[in-house]
C-alpha cells in the first residue's frame, strides 16, 4: 500500500473537467508545499506536469492546475483532451529527506 | 534535451548483487542532485536514494538502508546504485530522477530488476 491514497481510476468525457485528489497525513502533504504530480504513459519517462502544489513546469497546459487543502492535495484537469489519457501520480516530501508517492490514478477519456 | 538512460538491470538471486548505472545528457549534471526511485508493476513508487551533486552523501529509504549505496561519476556524468544482499521485495523498475529542490523534475525511462531464484 501506498503512502499517499489516490482514487484508482477517474474518467471524464472531452472537455469536461476532473480532479485526482492525493490524501496523505501531516508529515507530507500537509507538512510541505512540495508536492508535485507526473503523467505516465505507458513505455515511457514520468513527466513532470505540477509541483510546489501549484507551479507547473514551461510547455505543460494551463489546463492542468493543482491546490492543497490540509492533508489533501489535488490535480484538476480542465478542458479534458484525448491525449490526456495516462496514469497520474502525485509525490511529497515527508522530511529527513525522503519522499512519498501516491498509488497512481488512471485517467480515462471517453 | 535532458535525457537519461538506465542501464544494468536484470535477474540476480536472492542475496546477490548488482550495478545500476544511469547516463545523463543535456544538462550540467554536477549541478543537480540525483535520485534512485523504483516501481513495482500495479503499485506506486517508491523513493529509494538520493546524492547531492558534488557526490558528498546519500540518503536511503529504510528498507535499503546498509544495502544500496548510491555515487555518480561528475566526469563521465553517470549515476550508479550498487545493490547487495537484493531480496525478491526489491524486484522493480528502477529509474534515476533528476532533482530540482524537493521535486523530481526529468525520469529515465527505467530498467528492470527481478530478484528470483
Known amino acids: 500500500q501506498s503512502a499517499l491514497t489516490q482514487p484508482r481510476s477517474v474518467s471524464g468525457s472531452p472537455g469536461q473537467s476532473v480532479i485526482i485528489s492525493c490524501t496523505g497525513t501531516s508529515s507530507d502533504v500537509g507538512g510541505y508545499n512540495y508536492v508535485s504530480w507526473y503523467q505516465n504513459h505507458p513505455g515511457k519517462a514520468p513527466k513532470l506536469m505540477i509541483y510546489d502544489v501549484t507551479k507547473r513546469p514551461s510547455g505543460v497546459p494551463d489546463r492542468f492546475s493543482g491546490s492543497k487543502s490540509g492533508n489533501t492535495a489535488s490535480l484538476t484537469i480542465s478542458g479534458l483532451q484525448a491525449e490526456d489519457e495516462a496514469e497520474y501520480f502525485c509525490c511529497s516530501y515527508a522530511a529527513s529527506y525522503s519522499w512519498v508517492f501516491g498509488g497512481g490514478t488512471e485517467l480515462t477519456v471517453l | 534535451e535532458v535525457q537519461f538512460v538506465e542501464s544494468g538491470g536484470g535477474l540476480v538471486q536472492p542475496g546477490g548483487s548488482l550495478r545500476l548505472s544511469c547516463a545523463a545528457s543535456?544538462?550540467?549534471?554536477?549541478?543537480?542532485?540525483m535520485h534512485w526511485v523504483r516501481r513495482v508493476p500495479g503499485k506506486g513508487p517508491m523513493w529509494v536514494s538520493r546524492?547531492?551533486?558534488?557526490?558528498?552523501?546519500?540518503n536511503y529509504a529504510d528498507s535499503v538502508k546498509g544495502r544500496f549505496t548510491i555515487s555518480r561519476d561528475n566526469a563521465w556524468n553517470t549515476l550508479y546504485l550498487q545493490m547487495n544482499s537484493l531480496r525478491a521485495e526489491d524486484t522493480a523498475v528502477y529509474y534515476c530522477t533528476r532533482d530540482l529542490d524537493y521535486v523530481f523534475d526529468y525520469w529515465g525511462q527505467g530498467t528492470l530488476v527481478t530478484v528470483s531464484s
Open positions: 546524492i547531492y551533486g558534488e557526490g558528498s552523501s546519500g
Open positions: 543535456g544538462f550540467t549534471f554536477s549541478n543537480h542532485a
